[in-house]
């Protein structure tokens, strides 16, 4: 019977005279009336003030967005532009960013598996420093420099051997994991030493991101305790703690604040007597609740005995992490965001297979019919970075809302979008 938490809204939600919801001064119903559904709606004021809080927090230049949590042109802007840098994780993430205008100096270049060309772009390009992750990527950057490249700054991905509470595919920092040099075996210090001596790159730091989506404090505080146990005998200028800030998607679900956070972070590294500069690489915890997802209902159907199945005409190619990672979400109708929900049903995308699920069990006003506006909070995080073209859908528009005035930051997809690399 539970009504929607409006926690769970972006920061400029309002609930209207009639019941409807607003965001950003502008009607949601209008806005998908104009823009069409599937649709993001991202709080422009909410993203502004998520990028001050952690500049606020961590201090000007030790707070870097990280952008595949959602990446456009007008995000990179967006972030630049309210102090943050950029973590970029692949040439097509510093393409996107350097294209948008953000200047290479506030870019840092992320990756397991960094390819000779993405490296020398990096390079060439001037990004600020290069989180380095494997011995095969040292060999690379000894070639680059062999080829005359200029030596950039370097920071030294650390896998310090911390199980944290998250979903497996999104835990990073244990000890059997792809990323980083291996704190327990040796590997670390091995690459510090070689990455000390090298003539091809600067060692400015270390850095370690022990997963995404975590909500104890406690996780944040030992992964400080062990890098500072490691880093503070090396005596290098820079710390970087990563990012993984959870966020509450469902009701019952309480995440800490971005200054919350910081404190745990900054006070446990003041109390080791870390004297380098600690930064941090929040993604999700900056975007992840500035927006909802409006689809429209298109099927209903009432399974006697088993269950009811209302289909959107979205699903995972616009919201793909319930599939990955079996994530919650809530539901609602925007005509009447508080609603009390006694009804329970699946909701379902619109593509060719029974797992494209985007919530198991949704709880909905019980008058939801075909032709309803429904949304999804909390969806501004690796909801359209991660969406594909799957069964040929086009993806969705992007706005940005605010102060009434809605603009197109990502425009939706036309069937021509869909042929456009298709040679005949
Ligand atoms: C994914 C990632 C982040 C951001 O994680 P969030 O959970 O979105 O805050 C930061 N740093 C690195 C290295 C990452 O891989």
């Not at 941090?280 to 915890?285: D, L, Q, T």
């Not at 209903?300 to 088993?306: D, H, N, S, T, Y």
């Amino acid at each position: 019977m539970s009504r929607l938490p409006l926690s769970l809204l972006p920061e400029t939600a309002t609930v209207q005279q009639d019941g409807s919801l607003a965001i950003g001064g502008c009607d949601v119903a209008e806005l998908a009336a104009e823009f069409g559904t599937p649709l993001f709606i991202y709080d422009e004021a909410h993203l502004r003030a998520r990028c001050r809080e952690a500049v606020a927090t961590f201090g000007l230049g030790n707070a870097v967005y990280a952008t595949k949590a959602f990446l456009c042109t007008a995000m990179a802007r967006l972030a630049y532009d309210e102090g943050m840098l950029l973590d970029v994780a692949s040439g097509g993430e510093l393409f996107v960013a350097r294209r948008a205008g953000v200047p290479a100096g506030s870019l840092v270049m992320h990756g397991n598996n960094k390819s000779l060309d993405e490296l020398r772009m990096a390079i060439v390009e001037g990004v600020r420093h290069i989180v380095v992750d494997s011995f095969d990527e040292l060999d690379r950057l000894d070639a680059l420099h062999a080829e005359g490249l200029p030596r950039p700054n370097v920071v030294a991905r650390i896998t310090p051997g911390l199980h944290v509470h998250t979903h497996e595919f999104i835990a990073t920092g244990q000890d059997d994991s792809k990323f980083g040099f291996n704190l327990g075996n040796g590997s670390a210090m091995k690459a510090i030493d070689r990455m000390r001596r090298s003539p091809s790159m600067v060692l400015r730091g270390v850095h370690c991101h022990i997963g995404s989506n975590v909500f104890e404090a406690a996780n944040f505080a030992k992964a400080a305790e062990l890098m500072a146990g490691f880093a503070i005998p090396l005596d290098l200028p820079e710390l970087v703690l990563g990012g993984g800030l959870g966020v509450a998607y469902v009701e019952g679900e309480e995440a800490s604040t971005i200054t919350q956070w910081g404190n745990v972070l900054l006070d446990a590294c003041a109390a080791l007597g870390v004297t380098s500069t600690v930064s941090v690489e929040p993604g999700r915890s900056i975007v992840a609740s500035a927006a909802i997802t409006v689809y429209t209902v298109g099927t209903m159907k009432e399974l006697p005995g088993i269950r009811t199945y209302i289909s959107v005409d979205g699903g995972m190619s616009d919201n793909p992490r319930p599939v990955l990672y079996g994530s919650g979400y809530e539901a609602f109708l925007p005509r009447e965001v508080v609603a009390e929900r006694p009804m329970s049903a699946r909701l379902v995308g619109k593509h060719c297979e029974s797992g494209d699920v985007l919530v198991l069990d949704a709880a909905l006003p019980a008058d939801v019919k075909v032709g309803d506006l429904l949304a999804t909070p909390v969806t501004g995080a690796y909801g359209h970075s991660m969406a594909s073209n799957y069964n040929k859908l086009t993806r969705p528009p992007v706005l940005f809302v605010r102060d009434g005035a809605a603009r197109v930051v990502v425009r939706r997809e036309t069937y021509e979008d869909l042929v456009q690399c298709d040679v005949e």
